[in-house]
């Protein structure tokens, strides 16, 4: 997982840092319906993409959830 991704997770989401692995699934992380919300949110703020609250669930995992932000960052 990025450091971009465990940042913004950790400083921005207030998840566990403990709880942030590439295999950790997002109820695992610590995400709630709020927390996709806001990620969504901060996503497209800060890189400028549109990743919907129901891709994010369907990352399963922190590490699938990292794959799927570049992929998004590089179709820009």
Same mark, same amino acid.
């Given at each position: 997982?990025?450091?971009?991704?465990?940042?913004?997770?950790?400083?921005?989401?207030?998840?566990?840092?403990?709880? @942030? =692995? #590439?295999?950790?699934?997002? +109820?695992?992380?610590?995400?709630?319906?709020?927390?996709?919300?806001? *990620?969504?949110? &901060? @996503? =497209? #703020?800060?890189?400028?993409? +549109?990743?919907?609250?129901?891709?994010?669930?369907?990352?399963?995992? *922190?590490?699938? &959830?990292?794959?799927?932000?570049?992929?998004?960052?590089?179709?820009?």
């Amino acid at each position: 997982m990025t450091g971009d991704l465990t940042s913004i997770l950790r400083d921005e989401l207030k998840l566990p840092a403990n709880h @942030l =692995t #590439d295999d950790a699934s997002l +109820d695992r992380a610590g995400f709630d319906s709020l927390a996709i919300v806001e *990620l969504s949110v &901060l @996503l =497209t #703020d800060r890189y400028a993409i +549109d990743i919907s609250d129901s891709e994010i669930k369907g990352a399963a995992t *922190l590490g699938r &959830l990292d794959l799927l932000i570049q992929r998004k960052r590089d179709e820009r």
